[in-house]
């Protein structure tokens, strides 16, 4: 067996005060490495790991000295790339973060190695990237296969966690009543969603694909009308209410 000191984590970045990933003030810790190459994906630079190591012991050094900012609703979010790659790094700065009654996040896909138990049994929030509800769009968007998300969600609601739910709306893809219908479907399966979000989608990453010498798979989409994506929330509102009566 590892001890805590030989296991190590990749990461490409720290954010010290992030507001949008998670509850209250949060440090998110960006990991590189992920499967899936969304054709949406703003982070590029972290499909690939790095020579940016970093043990359990250093990150939770550096995560302390922000401890007294997050009073009692924030907290460390893990997000990347995808955290699930690098799971035995998490549970082990996990297991030193709740020593410090420090609140844990993680923002993913869905898509890693298997096995999440251990990791879900010291995670707080779950923030749930939902790419696509159908198999074969699923895969066109991302890459892979819908089933290993599939297999996340099972062990997610065995779990109990709390959960949020983050959907890319994407123009002649995501943004159509018949997808949020769909997505009202899917998300019927997953246990404990205190939250939803809609995101538009946006071009803001394409000058990181441009630095990284990477063709921009959306060049000729453009930004999701917020108006619209507005109103497909609402919509979305609706269906879920009616779905629940």
């Known amino acids: 067996m590892k001890k805590c000191n030989m296991i190590t984590g990749n990461i490409n970045s720290i954010e010290s005060f992030g507001l949008v990933d998670g509850p209250g003030i949060r440090t998110v810790v960006f990991l590189n490495g992920c499967s899936l190459r969304c054709k949406?994906?703003?982070?590029?630079?972290?499909?690939?790991k790095t020579d940016n190591i970093i043990t359990?012991?250093?990150?939770?050094?550096k995560i302390k000295r922000f401890k007294p900012y997050y009073k009692d609703t924030g907290g460390v979010t893990f997000s990347g790339g995808e955290p699930l790659l690098q799971q035995e790094f998490i549970i082990e700065t996990s297991k030193l973060l709740k020593k410090e009654n420090i609140n844990i996040a993680i923002d993913t896909s869905g898509v890693g190695l298997g096995n999440y138990k251990n990791l879900l049994n010291l995670?707080?929030?779950?923030?749930?990237?939902?790419?696509?509800?159908?198999?074969?769009?699923?895969?066109?968007?991302?890459?892979?296969?819908?089933?290993k998300v599939e297999q996340f969600i099972t062990e997610l609601n065995n779990?109990?966690?709390?959960v949020w739910?983050?959907?890319?709306?994407?123009?002649?893809?995501?943004?159509t009543f018949e997808y949020i219908t769909s997505l009202v479907k899917y998300l019927s399966k997953i246990n404990n969603i205190e939250r939803v979000?809609?995101?538009?989608?946006?071009?803001?990453?394409?000058?990181?694909?441009?630095?990284?010498?990477?063709?921009?798979?959306?060049?000729?989409?453009?930004?999701?009308?917020?108006?619209?994506?507005?109103?497909?929330?609402?919509f979305f509102l609706d269906k879920q209410k009616s779905s629940n009566d």
Do not use: A
């Not at 949406?40 to 690939?48: G, S, V």
């Not at 359990?56 to 050094?61: A, C, I, S, Y």
């Not at 739910?165 to 943004?175: G, K, M, N, W, Y």
């Not at 946006?202 to 994506?229: A, Q, T």
């Open 197 to 234: 979000d809609f995101l538009p989608y946006h071009r803001l990453g394409r000058e990181k694909y441009i630095k990284l010498n990477i063709p921009y798979p959306y060049e000729n989409k453009k930004d999701m009308d917020k108006e619209k994506c507005d109103k497909l929330f609402e």
């Open 123 to 147: 995670i707080d929030l779950i923030i749930l990237d939902i790419k696509h509800t159908d198999k074969e769009e699923y895969k066109k968007l991302t890459g892979q296969n819908i089933e």
């Open 56 to 61: 359990p012991e250093q990150l939770v050094k």
């Open 40 to 48: 949406y994906c703003h982070n590029p630079e972290m499909w690939h």
């Open 159 to 162: 779990s109990n966690k709390k």
């Open 165 to 175: 739910i983050r959907q890319v709306i994407i123009p002649d893809l995501t943004d």
